[in-house]
DNA sequence: AGATGTGAACATGTTCACAGCA
DNA sequence: TGCTGTGAACATGTTCACATCT
């Protein structure tokens, strides 16, 4: 293996780092009210701000990309909403379905996010057969029994996991089985899933301990800092140091249900 | 400024990485299955596996805690369940404000895994004058005309704003006028806050959007490597390389208003 | 023997600072 | 002149591999 390359073999494509893949919605929804306010060019500064990231880290983002901009000019947005939107696969429709119709559930079908989006929610399932039938966010909930025939004709690739914890893995099991490869999970579990089958996982929970974490700290801060030093500084939209980011890997299992009742 | 230093003095306690203490929430809630279980103790190995991390990164992520384990033995469940806590803050009483009570207020607000821990929902607030009074999740909505002095009177430092995004700066406003100075963001807007509030976003589409990234790779990919190479390998938690963390930095705004319609 | 704890190598991510083009 | 695009310096995070202790 000689002097150690990447794992991934890379599709000879370009390899767009982990974080600025991560980033590329933030920049594609600044991008998106810029276009709705009809505003025709933008600089990194300006794009950044909007963002809340530096404009360097922007600039870095975007050479990944190729190179969208005009020296001395800026970013034409309209351009690189589109650039955005298809490095992120948005030009084409991903049918997506929701396992767990509980207030989470109910929250993730509602949110416009989706739909705005190139997601579209092909189906609502839950466990619970009294739901079925009942429309949530306009579509009718069906009963998790049908969830592989479901999965095969809406051709879905993703899906979403918001039912009880313990729930998730025989969900999850099914799911893969029927044929998705990428799942966001909800569920405070860590899944097990076969190669080539991406999890990102979303904890509620984990997100206040961290924050507990920081506020602790800060408590103790005060009493040694005492002056304060820095003064004001104030507000442009990133915090502190401390405002980085969410969780990673997978989330452990063993807590109480949570979400979805009945 | 000179050379440039890090921005964060470091108060000389121990610098444990951010990296670190996003992972010490998954420690924490396998160790607590671990002692409901009446397990004495694990070893990294097995620790590491129901976390769904590898075993070197956990215990690099200990020792910065200092040195809890015994060498030939393992890690005593209990007390390492208790340092963490410690650690995180979770030894004391955390009082939390939920602002926004939609459905996915509500689906915070049943939340198990928030009481579980160190955190208490003191209040749960909504704009909507007709949803004051009513319970959720066996607490009274009240309105936020009383905000301030909700926050005041329950010593709250911790706000959660679920409410839609046109609202969120506002009540970012507020809250932290009030006194808060750690703040989870669900509404998909940058806040603006002062320097040393912590703001900590979740942005339920963009983690699709992240998947979708994926996706369309995998499909890429499928055409391109054909013999698929590496074999089963499979399953223990842990998926393949891109099933990494969550976003960073902030969100931007511009988008549908999602979530708590009324 | 069998596990932890950790220095050192490696990999990834961020920031700086400026060359280069419009 | 004013901005992008990027090499190089720096910072953070991960993994390896083994010394160290029970």
Redesign the pocket.
Known sequence: MA??????PATRSRGI????V??LPLYLRALTALSERSVP???????AAAAG?????L??????L??????????DVEYLVYQISRELGLTQDWPVVIVGIGNLGAALANYGGFASRGFRVAALIDADPAMAGKPVAGIPVQHSDDLEKIIEDNGVSIGVIATPAGAAQPVCDRLVAAGVTSILNFAPTVLSVPDGVDVRKVDLSIELQILAFHEQRKAGEEAAAGSDGAGPAAARGVSG?AS??TS??QGPDGDVPAVMPA
């Open positions: 002097t150690g390359r990447t794992h991934r780092p982990e974080a600025t991560a980033r060019t933008v600089s990194s500064e300006e794009l990231v530096n404009s360097a880290k600039r870095k983002d975007f050479s990944y190729g190179s969208y901009g005009t020296r001395g000019v800026g970013y140091p980085s980011s990673a890997d």
